[in-house]
C-alpha cells in the first residue's frame, strides 16, 4: 500500500518555490490521492473484466491481491477521514 506524502515542495498553480499554506497542500494531496484512487479502481474493474485473467490462474490470483490492496487503502483512508470529520466536529463544538 502506498501512502502518498504531503510535501513542502507542493505547488499550487506556476510557483515552485512561493509559500503555499498547508490548506492548498493538503487540498493537492488529497485531489492527487483520489483520482490515483480512480484510476485503480478502473483498472482492476477492467483486469476483471478481461478474458484473459479468467481463463489464466495466475492473472486471477494478480487480480485479487491487487483488490485486496486497494480495499485495505480504502478502509484506511475512510477511517482516517472520519476521524478528521470527528475532530473539527469536537473543535467546533468547544
Not at 512561493?18 to 493538503?26: E, K, Q
Amino acid at each position: 500500500m502506498n501512502v502518498s506524502m504531503i510535501t513542502a515542495g507542493t505547488s499550487v498553480g506556476d510557483e515552485l518555490t512561493a509559500v503555499v499554506p498547508l490548506s492548498d497542500r493538503f487540498n493537492v494531496a488529497f485531489a492527487r490521492s483520489y483520482v490515483a484512487a480512480g484510476d485503480e479502481q478502473a483498472a482492476i474493474r477492467t483486469a476483471a473484466n478481461d478474458p484473459y485473467t479468467a481463463n489464466h490462474p495466475e492473472a486471477m490470483f494478480q487480480l485479487q491481491v491487487r483488490l485486496e490492496e486497494y480495499t485495505k487503502a480504502m478502509t484506511i483512508t475512510a477511517g482516517l477521514a472520519n476521524h478528521a470529520v470527528k475532530t473539527v466536529e469536537t473543535l467546533l463544538k468547544s
